[in-house]
Nanobody
Framework: QVQLVESGGGLVQPGGSLRLSCAAS????????IGWFRQAPGKEREGVSC????????QYVDDVKGRFTISRDNAKNTVYLQMNSLKPEDTAVYYC?????????????????WGRGTQVTVSS
């Protein structure tokens, strides 16, 4: 059974940093595109970043470019989202998701497996 578990969320002041982790079991992430999505209260879920398999690249939504970095450690079967220069508008529940594909996308409909999310709150 495929399980994705997010961790690393929390409360941070504006300008601070967090690193989210997405640990997988029941599947080898080497062959999966992994996406990070977020959903703020009253808003639709949006794609934040994704990473493709091997060297097929990464994607970021415009308002996190230059602040967030996605990476993967296949040996640990884990994908990370390093979030720097956090803003109050980054506050949301962050989810990771996996899809068996060569190249990832930021469209949630394409993803097969989802974690349960981790809360990120940016506030002073």
């Amino acid at each position: 059974q495929v399980q994705l578990v997010e961790s690393g969320g929390g409360l941070v002041q504006p300008g601070g940093s967090l690193r989210l982790s997405c640990a997988a079991s029941g599947v080898t992430l080497d062959w999966y595109g992994i996406g990070w999505f977020r959903q703020a209260p009253g808003k639709e879920r949006e794609g934040v970043s994704c990473i493709s398999i091997k060297d097929a690249g990464t994607q970021y939504v415009d308002d996190v470019k230059g602040r967030f970095t996605i990476s993967r450690d296949n040996a640990k079967n884990t994908v990370y989202l390093q979030m720097n220069s956090l803003k109050p508008e980054d506050t949301a529940v962050y989810y990771c998701a996996a899809v068996l594909t060569f190249r990832c996308s930021l469209y949630s409909q394409e993803y097969s497996y989802w974690g349960r999310g981790t809360q990120v709150t940016v506030s002073s």
